[in-house]
């Protein structure tokens, strides 16, 4: 008899997070996700997909051990973490980087990914007596040139991702923990819209060999796929999905 397998994903209500929510849904996982403030889109994607929605800050530690604690106090065992979660914060030039953007992109960006990694590796792992499981980070394209004159600080962040993601999957490889990436290239989402990504996007189809942006919809495949057995032998792996842009 097939066990129902449990996801949780991090920044679940718009987005790529949202659709990362809608194809686990659709694959018959039980699914768990977070989300900061804007109620209505969390309320509409736990009503599509029958997903749990968990307000909280993963830019918090406090927000993150309380969703854990709430989990196990359910007996709730997760099997794949998805930390989607992430901001970019307004659009700049390095001189006009304040501290407190920079504090809260690395607060969300690394603090909230690490943390969210670690209460997850706590219960995972076989050496804690877990049953192992899928970790899969969000990084982003923005790391290969640096996002100039919009988000360096940003893509820095982006950047450290990759490096723990990589690490981690090296840490726990013999505890039955796998742990990837995605990085998305330019797609349609929220963010991409704010940025007015498409507007602009003549003037960069050249970088993108298939010619066209990417959606929501095949970000969450290869977030999916990662997750699966399908996956059985990858881990430590930031895969682009990016339209061949490198």
């Excluded at 909280?56 to 997760?78: K, Q, R």
């Excluded at 603090?111 to 792992?125: D, I, T, W």
Aim: include cysteine; proline fraction near 2%.
């Amino acid at each position: 008899m097939s066990t129902v397998k449990t996801a949780l994903i991090t920044g679940g209500s718009r987005g790529i997070g949202a659709a990362v929510v809608q194809r686990f849904a659709a694959e018959g996982w039980s699914v768990i996700f977070t989300y900061v403030s804007n109620d209505a889109a969390a309320n509409a994607v736990a009503s599509e997909t029958g997903a749990r929605a968990v307000k909280g800050d993963v830019g918090a530690e406090a927000d993150i051990l309380s969703l854990f604690e709430i989990l196990d106090d359910e007996g709730v065992s997760v099997d794949a973490l998805v930390n989607n979660a992430g901001i970019t914060g307004p659009k700049r030039r390095m001189e006009d980087v304040t501290w407190e953007t920079v504090m809260d992109v690395c607060r969300v960006n690394i603090a909230g990914s690490v943390v969210m990694c670690r209460e997850a590796v706590k219960r995972m792992s076989t050496k804690h007596g877990g049953k192992g499981g899928a970790i899969v980070n969000i990084s982003s394209t923005a790391t290969l040139a640096g996002s100039p004159n919009q988000w360096i600080d940003y893509a820095g962040s982006k950047g450290a991702v990759d490096i723990i993601t990589k690490g981690l999957a090296r840490e726990v490889g013999e505890e039955g923990i796998r742990v990837n990436a995605v990085a998305p290239g330019y797609t349609m989402t929220d963010m991409s819209r704010e940025g007015d990504i498409a507007g602009r996007f003549e003037n960069f189809r050249h970088e993108v060999p298939l010619g066209r942006i990417g959606t929501v919809e095949e970000v969450a495949a290869g977030i999916y796929w990662l997750c699966t057995d399908e996956a059985a032998y990858v881990t430590g792996c930031v895969l682009p999905v990016a339209g061949g842009r490198v």
